[in-house]
């Protein structure tokens, strides 16, 4: 059985609990695109531990992790990880399979997304800064560098000094000093050594997990409305998110996904630029941010919080083919006295839909609400979905009904046990 975990929001949708308990019943665990912009935080027996390009399911006792061509690889944050990893998972390594067809984001990668924000100005995107954009810009543009390149030194400094003959120029142009070839390899290999260990392709592996019918989890890395073509374009990642494409980033035919989990907080979160329909800059957005902590774990900005908008998750059901939904930080509505849902949305006084606008139109749009009963009752040591509050209930059903997916899981706090299962 394939599996496959994606955000249906912004990103932040807590993916990084609900692959964690998934995971624990998968064979294999995929991490299929992005880079180390996307940040999981897992929390379990051996304590808290952001992850960035690792798959979330590593702390399974069985499972193998892959990380497939479509990710997006800094070796320097990598190597970080598993060493951090290593410290309470002494056999990891025999748990981690790294593709060589994964591109590497390089010293100048990270300086040019950095001196590109910065000429943008007021029109900024709001990238994270690591060099997401620049490389995967490479990769299309058929100037980029693959793990498989550092097999032969001799190949990759070949490359190297090719690709800074172009960006040197650019790095100039800037005012900014320019790089040197030499430095680069040696810091690079040196990193590269540290892994090459557990470089090799695991598509046929992944191929044999399907025909043995074992289950392989996929975990989406940032969510859907991030996607480079269904997103909030231009204020979206570099790669696509949505389920589909496991097939570009790992080989998998996507007619062999059997379920689709989509993830999506009780209310609704963004970081960075971009339209926000259901945005609250007021005293309840702020309330939201408190209580939820609403801070990016890969940047530390502080998240942009409103309510639900169940216009986007419907979207994302559609592109995304939902088979359920995972709702997140349900908990953090425990306080409200009311609780609203955006229903969709009306543009110059007609109603319309989120596939029919642009970022610049959906900036525009007004919200149309539904205000909820909230519960005012705290869930977290909540165990079953039976006890919830019947207002908690109402809430959840509203938002199934709305969204036109059926909700799976629930969770009420960041702990695995914390997690309720209908």
């Not at 030499?182 to 590269?192: C, G, N, P, R, S």
Request: hydrophobic content about 35%; glycine content about 10%; some cysteine.
């Amino acid at each position: 059985m394939i599996h496959v975990v994606t955000g249906a929001q912004w990103g932040d949708e807590g993916k990084g609990k609900i692959v964690d308990l998934f995971s624990q019943k998968a064979h294999v665990i995929v991490r299929f695109h992005g880079g180390n912009n996307a940040g999981h935080t897992v929390i379990n027996s051996f304590g808290s531990f952001p992850l960035h390009l690792v798959p979330c399911g590593v702390f399974t006792k069985k499972g193998i992790s892959c990380i497939t061509s479509g990710v997006v690889l800094d070796l320097d944050v990598l190597v970080a990880e598993i060493t951090m990893l290593e410290k309470v998972l002494p056999n990891l390594r025999k748990k981690l399979i790294i593709s060589p067809r994964c591109h590497v984001i390089l010293p100048y990668h990270k300086l040019l997304d950095r001196l590109y924000e910065e000429a943008k100005g007021k029109s900024k995107t709001g990238t994270t800064g690591r060099g997401i954009g620049p490389v995967y810009a490479d990769k299309v543009s058929y100037q980029g560098i693959r793990l498989n390149d550092f097999q032969d030194a001799h190949r990759l400094k070949e490359k190297l000094t090719i690709a800074l003959s172009i960006k040197n120029k650019i790095i100039q142009a800037f005012g900014e000093s320019v790089l040197d070839v030499d430095t680069i390899v040696k810091e690079q290999m040196a990193l590269y050594k540290k892994i090459h260990d557990i470089v090799r392709e695991p598509m046929s592996l992944l191929f044999d997990a399907y025909k043995k019918k074992k289950t392989i989890l996929y975990e989406g890395a940032q969510g859907m409305f991030l996607d480079n073509d269904w997103g909030t374009y231009p204020f979206v990642t570099a790669s696509s998110t949505v389920a589909g494409s496991i097939t570009a980033s790992s080989g998998i035919p996507a007619q062999y996904i059997n379920r689709v989990t989509g993830v999506t907080k009780a209310y609704t979160t963004r970081v960075g630029s971009g339209p926000f329909p259901t945005e609250l800059s007021d005293a309840v957005g702020e309330k939201l941010r408190a209580v939820g902590k609403e801070y990016g774990a890969t940047t530390g900005r502080p998240r942009r919080c409103g309510w639900f908008d169940a216009e986007l998750v419907r979207f994302a059901s559609k592109v995304n083919g939902f088979t359920d939904l995972a709702i997140t930080k349900i908990d953090v509505l425990d306080s409200f006295e009311t609780i609203k849902i955006c229903t969709g949305y009306t543009f110059k006084g007609k109603h319309v839909s989120y596939e029919e606008l642009d970022a610049y139109s959906l900036a525009e749009v007004q919200g149309v609400y539904k205000e909820m009963k909230g519960w005012k009752k705290p869930l977290g040591d909540i165990k079953k979905y039976a006890l919830l509050p019947k207002e908690a209930k109402a809430y959840l059903l509203e938002l199934e009904k709305q969204t036109g997916a059926k909700i799976k899981t629930v969770s009420v706090g960041p702990n695995r046990n914390q997690t309720l299962y209908r």
